[in-house]
């Protein structure tokens, strides 16, 4: 059974950093792109970052270049995304996913439950 548990969201103000967690198990990802995606109350999911299991490429939303950066430990399975300059229009839901290399959520076929980031002004 494939998961992907999401970890470290939380309460934080503006400015602030966080750091997200991505555990996957339950099959081998190494042919897969991982990537984080958002969603706001009342807007659509979007992406954030992507990031090949590899680690040799990553791509970002232009939102949060040079603010987010995304990477992953293939030994521990485990992927990451650092949020340093946090905005409030940063308060999403935050998830995971497993798929190809694309930035459309419909090119992910496996999802986490997500983890709440909200960002106080």
């Known amino acids: 059974q494939v998961q992907l548990v999401e970890s470290g969201g939380g309460l934080v103000q503006a400015g602030d950093s966080l750091r997200l967690s991505c555990a996957a198990s339950?099959?081998?990802?190494?042919?897969?792109?991982m990537g984080w995606f958002r969603q706001a109350p009342g807007k659509e999911r979007e992406f954030v970052a992507l990031i090949t299991w590899s680690g040799t490429r990553t791509d970002y939303a232009d939102s949060v270049k040079g603010r987010f950066t995304i990477s992953s430990d293939n030994a521990k399975n485990t992927m990451y995304l650092q949020m340093n300059s946090l905005k409030p229009e940063d308060t999403a839901v935050y998830y995971c996913a497993a798929g190809r290399w694309s930035s459309g959520v419909n090119d992910y076929e496996y999802w986490g439950q997500g983890t709440q980031v909200t960002i106080s002004s």
């Open positions: 339950g099959r081998t990802f190494s042919a897969y792109t």
